[in-house]
């Protein structure tokens, strides 16, 4: 059984709290990088961070939007989520660091049904990623296609 939400249950302007944060580590942001063959030493070089601005490594930011974005799957898409179509506005604002912990809201800025497929629609969303200290890290807007309710439900 689905724990998100359904087409129908999303209305624009809602707006949801994720429950679920997420403590990033040092092996997520490094295990991250070697997966995606990205060695960028700001990510992955701790003296080399040292001599930069951040004096730090900072963390992969592709790692924190798909952070964000998987910190909005339970209570809103799980099993209900078709497919993401696409992705706009990634936005970064602030660095993310080793031992931040990270926190998603999301907002409902558009929905339609589908043309195509009578069980299914389309909702633009609108997710925000923040630091412990409320310090915007992530925005983006994606798009989404979600399933209809099933008949009978």
Do not use: W
Not at 107 to 128: A, C, W
Not at 133 to 148: A, P, Q, S
């Amino acid at each position: 059984m689905a724990h998100g939400k359904y087409f129908e249950e999303l209305n624009v302007g809602d707006k949801f709290l994720h429950d679920q944060r997420r403590t990033i580590t040092e092996m997520d942001n490094v295990l991250f990088c070697a997966l995606t063959m990205n060695d960028q030493p700001l990510h992955i070089d701790a003296e080399f961070a040292k001599g930069t601005q951040f004096g730090q490594r900072v963390v992969n930011g592709i790692f924190v939007l798909g952070l964000v974005v998987g910190l909005s799957v339970s209570g809103l898409s799980e099993g209900t989520i078709v497919a993401n179509l696409s992705f706009e506005n990634v936005q970064q604002p602030n660095p993310v660091f080793h031992g931040d912990t990270i926190s998603c809201e999301t907002e409902i800025l558009e929905k339609r049904e589908s043309r195509t497929k009578g069980d299914r629609g389309i909702v633009r969303l609108k997710h925000i990623g923040r630091k412990q200290d409320g310090i915007i890290v992530c925005e983006c807007v994606r798009t989404v296609m979600f399933l209809k309710m099933p008949i009978g439900d």
